[in-house]
């Protein structure tokens, strides 16, 4: 039944962006990504700012951390849009 569901998706992955509804643009990744790591680096932040009590040692942690996991969470989003599994 789950290989069955995973062959037809694959047949159905196939097909012209525009063609698929499943799938989500580019831009809507990078739009998920942008307001996910707005909350994530505010936690950061505010984690690193307790942790170390400094506001420009917090604030370098935070900024390092937003560029670089807005760019993981960009390619994970686009890897698992490859992916019928569950959709």
Do not use: C
């Not at 069955?4 to 962006?17: G, M």
């Amino acid at each position: 039944m789950i290989v069955d569901q995973l062959i037809l998706d694959k047949k159905a992955s196939k097909k012209k962006f525009s063609e698929d509804k499943k799938s989500e643009r580019p831009i809507r990744s990078v739009a998920k990504a942008v307001s996910w790591r707005v909350i994530g680096t505010l936690d950061t932040l505010l984690i690193s700012y307790i942790l170390t009590g400094e506001v420009a040692i917090a604030a370098s942690i935070a900024s390092i951390d937003f560029v670089t996991k807005m760019f993981l969470y960009f390619v994970h989003e686009r890897v698992w849009n490859k992916i019928g599994w569950g959709k």
